[in-house]
């Protein structure tokens, strides 16, 4: 009888509920994409830099191409910078500490990452190439001058020393030179925010694009 009782309690007991795994990802895809669409708007800072910039430049961006191209010309020279939104120049800042050995602050926020970007010059079918690195200033890594203007560089070539071991009178030269066109700073600044935002669009895409492949 016993036996029967503890039996007959067992079959009262609740069925567990089990969610497939399906059911997880879509309900951390509806949090997340909540999430992430509340901070997809265009910041006032993004909105200033952006006129700026196109009074001198025509912005190309396609929806799905993390590449970007801005446009512009300077006299008889065409000028093109390109950048793509995930490509990060890894930076480590390393400060002192009260013992004089250096540490890495982690702590920062809201600090956008570095982009790099190519900004190309042409003229007489010859091209000059500046390498660059987007922060809150602007940072020539290269430069290269090409005979002949083409997509792509044949690396055994030689096209000019590295930016930084040039003297630093004609290093300036070379930023003036950018600066008439309207290569430097503040479009360093509009580089990393437009990235920044180019990316959380394309992110909210994508979260949207994988609720409705795995609903």
Do not use: W
Request: proline share 2%; hydrophobic share 35%; charged share 35%.
């Amino acid at each position: 009888m016993l036996g029967r009782l503890i039996a007959s309690r067992a079959l009262r007991v609740p069925k567990a509920r089990f969610f497939s795994t399906e059911d997880a990802l879509s309900s951390l895809l509806s949090r997340e994409l909540a999430e992430e669409k509340a901070n997809c708007f265009v910041s006032d800072e993004l909105e200033t830099l952006r006129e700026k910039v196109l009074k001198t430049f025509k912005i190309h961006d396609t929806p799905g191409n993390v590449a970007i191209t801005l446009k512009s010309k300077y006299n008889d020279e065409l000028i093109d910078v390109n950048f793509n939104v995930q490509d990060i120049a890894e930076t480590e800042e390393a400060y002192e500490d009260e013992d004089g050995e250096g540490e890495y602050d982690d702590e920062e926020e809201d600090v956008l990452p570095n982009i790099r970007f190519t900004a190309r010059i042409v003229k007489n079918n010859q091209a000059l190439i500046f390498d660059c690195v987007a922060s809150s200033i602007l940072t020539i890594d290269s430069v290269m001058h090409l005979e002949e203007n083409s997509d792509e560089v044949d690396n055994n070539v030689y096209h000019g020393p590295r930016f930084m071991d040039l003297e630093n009178d004609v290093q300036e030269a070379f930023a003036d030179y950018l600066n008439d066109r309207h290569i430097n700073d503040e479009l360093a600044n509009f580089i990393m925010e437009y990235s920044d935002l180019k990316e959380q669009k394309e992110y909210v895409t994508f979260l949207e694009n994988v609720q409705k492949f795995t609903e």
